[in-house]
């Protein structure tokens, strides 16, 4: 993606309407004729802005993606002991979940673009091995044994109950029940 310019008020409209229409209706639905009537400005300033709809769609995961890791941080910080820590991403959800009821829009984005080049599946493949990668140094940090192991079993019972929010099952609670258990198995079972 492009350096981009400071963001004017002017894009922070245009990123705002495009994070809704995206969210809501998926990126292929939505044009850019939509965004910039949504935000109240013209095309010509949506491209000037941002390039193309596939760098909007980019800076739309990208600045998803920058509040997720604040709030998963802020859920992690707060936790005392290790392997509390652990666990925050999945309490970092139920805080989520509880505004973005329609699902993961990661995962919406991975299956719309199916184009390896495109730059914002980059930004939502990204997102996926930065939470793989910080169960696994969570786990590390708990002193879990076989960490690895550990954290792609934590990120297969959070994608599956983020990937299930949208139906009506609390897959969410057993999900944090059974991660808890892992945790528990993988601190007992250290060397």
């Given at each position: 993606?492009?350096?981009?310019?400071?963001?004017?008020?002017?894009?922070?409209?245009?990123?705002?309407a495009a994070e809704e229409?995206?969210?809501?209706?998926?990126?292929?639905?939505?044009?850019?004729?939509?965004?910039?009537?949504?935000?109240?400005?013209?095309?010509?300033?949506?491209?000037?802005?941002?390039?193309?709809?596939?760098?909007?769609?980019?800076?739309?995961?990208?600045?998803?993606?920058?509040?997720?890791?604040?709030?998963?941080?802020?859920?992690?910080?707060?936790?005392?002991?290790?392997?509390?820590?652990?666990?925050?991403?999945?309490?970092?959800?139920?805080?989520?979940?509880?505004?973005?009821?329609?699902g993961c829009a990661f995962?919406?984005?991975?299956?719309?673009?199916?184009?390896?080049?495109?730059?914002?599946?980059?930004?939502?493949?990204?997102?996926?091995?930065?939470?793989?990668?910080?169960?696994?140094?969570?786990?590390?940090?708990?002193?879990?044994?076989?960490?690895?192991?550990?954290?792609?079993?934590?990120?297969?019972?959070?994608?599956?109950?983020?990937?299930?929010?949208?139906?009506?099952?609390?897959?969410?609670?057993?999900?944090?029940?059974?991660?808890?258990?892992?945790?528990?198995?993988?601190?007992?079972?250290?060397?």
């Amino acid at each position: 993606m492009r350096e981009a310019p400071p963001m004017t008020p002017a894009g922070r409209r245009i990123l705002a309407a495009a994070e809704e229409l995206f969210y809501d209706r998926g990126i292929t639905a939505v044009g850019v004729d939509l965004i910039a009537e949504r935000s109240g400005v013209t095309k010509r300033t949506l491209y000037n802005r941002f390039g193309s709809k596939d760098h909007l769609v980019a800076a739309y995961l990208a600045e998803r993606a920058q509040r997720w890791r604040a709030l998963v941080r802020q859920a992690v910080e707060a936790r005392d002991r290790p392997a509390d820590a652990v666990l925050a991403p999945f309490d970092a959800l139920r805080t989520w979940t509880d505004t973005h009821t329609r699902g993961c829009a990661f995962i919406n984005a991975l299956a719309e673009l199916p184009d390896p080049s495109h730059p914002a599946r980059h930004i939502a493949v990204d997102q996926k091995l930065w939470l793989l990668n910080l169960f696994e140094e969570l786990a590390t940090e708990a002193g879990c044994s076989d960490p690895a192991v550990l954290a792609g079993r934590l990120l297969l019972l959070h994608e599956g109950a983020l990937a299930t929010q949208p139906l009506p099952l609390d897959t969410l609670s057993e999900s944090i029940e059974l991660a808890r258990t892992l945790v528990r198995i993988a601190m007992s079972s250290r060397p």
